[in-house]
């Protein structure tokens, strides 16, 4: 019955590595998202998928590239991770672009 | 440009009694919307409520109302009979209904409830 699910939940590694999340949602959306939540909370989106077409890139190093196969999942994988990049990760989904947003549990990376 | 301003980076109240979490937004659009989104420690994002800016009543949703003045720009939340299961981040948000438009989040309010 999970509308939203990332995998993994924990994601620990060391600088330089490249990891990905993976995210799906149940939910019959066409808009997914991807968002980053610092070490104080605060909560920036990173890209957003329409009908599997990227249609926000907001101000992310190019080392992070999102890939959504088709509507219902959207992936991000990261090359060469960095301490700054430490911080949880959550995917949403919303039925068009001007509805509420439904998010996953969040995927807390650790970068060492 | 969208701009969410949450004053209260933390709030208390005794249980059962009425709580509002105060939310300022800037915006240059026309048409936009509110939201409210619950993070308990958990972690999980929980959707809490919705107010469209041209909606002519504040949104309710059980115990929660959006308490919206336009001309103000303000979007407070205001939860009744608080339970002690309120205790969490708040987030104010908004999104411009033009377009592909990104939502913008405030800086957040943590809510403890006091038995």
């Known amino acids: 019955d999970t509308a939203v699910s990332q995998t993994p939940k924990y994601l620990v590694t060391q600088m330089g590595n490249d990891k990905s999340i993976k995210c799906e949602q149940n939910?019959?959306?066409?808009?997914m998202y991807w968002y980053k939540q610092d070490s104080k909370k605060f909560l920036k989106i990173m890209f957003s998928y329409n009908n599997k077409e990227l249609i926000i890139n907001e101000t992310v190093p190019n080392r992070f590239s999102p890939k959504s196969p088709d509507k219902a999942h959207l992936n991000l994988h990261i090359n060469s991770l960095e301490l700054g990049d430490s911080a949880v990760y959550f995917c949403?989904?919303?039925?068009?672009?001007?509805?509420?947003?439904?998010f996953g549990p969040g995927t807390r990376l650790t970068v060492t | 440009a969208q701009k969410i301003t949450q004053t209260q980076p933390g709030m208390f109240v005794q249980e059962k009694e009425a709580v509002t979490l105060d939310c300022t937004y800037d915006?240059?659009?026309?048409?936009?919307?509110l939201f409210w989104y619950k993070q308990p420690s958990s972690g999980e994002m929980i959707f809490l409520i919705y107010?469209?800016?041209?909606?002519?009543q504040n949104a309710t949703e059980g115990r929660y109302s959006l308490n919206f003045q336009k001309a103000r720009k303000s979007a407070n939340l205001v939860i009744s009979a608080s339970q002690l299961g309120d205790s969490a981040m708040y987030f104010c948000?908004?999104?411009?209904?033009?377009?592909?438009?990104?939502?913008?989040f405030g800086t957040g309010t943590k809510l403890q409830v006091i038995p």
């Open positions: 949403a989904s919303s039925a068009g672009t001007k509805y509420e947003q439904y």
């Open positions: 107010q469209g800016s041209y909606d002519q």
């Open positions: 948000a908004m999104m411009s209904e033009e377009g592909y438009q990104k939502v913008t």
């Open positions: 939910l019959g959306h066409d808009t």
């Open positions: 915006t240059s659009d026309p048409s936009y919307g």
